[in-house]
């Protein structure tokens, strides 16, 4: 792996972590987590084009980043939608007029996790252990304040 796609991968990283902390904590940050989510599929993106050696634009919008990833990596294409969806957390969230719910932002965490795992995969990056895996929020069952890790399928079935 290139150097560059390495940064871009530590990158991506940081909004995962970050994006954890905030779902779980209490401050109720849903702009945040949103905006978090948005920006690590656009650090993916951009670490598979930086590998492939395709030059790509400044910008936020994960459907003009995408398609200069098709070609390379088509498997993307199903996950699409939730780039779409993804990519209106990339400015808005940071206007105070623009509110994230607490749905939006568990379907954010839904599609990252979908999108983050297949860019992996595609950069041959070994998933983590079991244990590390899935995301970390506070769950509501039966008033309980424990921790619960939430996976891609669990989110799934919450936001249903």
């Known amino acids: 792996m290139k150097r560059t796609t390495r940064e871009w991968v530590r990158r ?7 994006a954890q902390i905030l779902a779980k904590g209490n401050s109720k940050s849903h702009d945040g987590v949103c905006f978090h989510c948005q ?12 590998e492939n050696s395709v030059n790509f634009p400044k910008s936020h919008d994960l459907d ?3 398609l200069l990833v098709l070609p390379i990596h088509p498997s993307l294409r199903s996950f ?5 969806y993804l990519s209106e957390f990339a400015v808005e969230v940071r206007y105070p007029e623009y509110n994230a ?22 950069l041959g990056i070994k998933p983590p252990l079991a244990t590390q ?28």
Not at 12 to 18: C, L, S, T
Not at 105 to 121: D, F, G, K, Y
């Open 39 to 50: 920006q690590l599929v656009e650090k993916y993106l951009k670490a598979i084009l930086v």
């Open 133 to 160: 895996e899935g995301f970390l929020i506070k769950s509501s069952v039966a008033g309980s304040a424990h921790p619960r890790r939430f996976g891609p399928s669990t989110i799934l079935r919450t936001c249903s």
């Open 101 to 122: 719910s607490k749905r939006q932002a568990l379907a954010a965490i839904r599609w990252m996790e979908q999108i983050r795992e297949e860019c992996r995969t595609l």
């Open 80 to 84: 699409r939608r939730g780039m779409l």
């Open 64 to 66: 003009r980043l995408l």
């Open 12 to 18: 991506a990283e940081g909004d995962w972590k970050d």
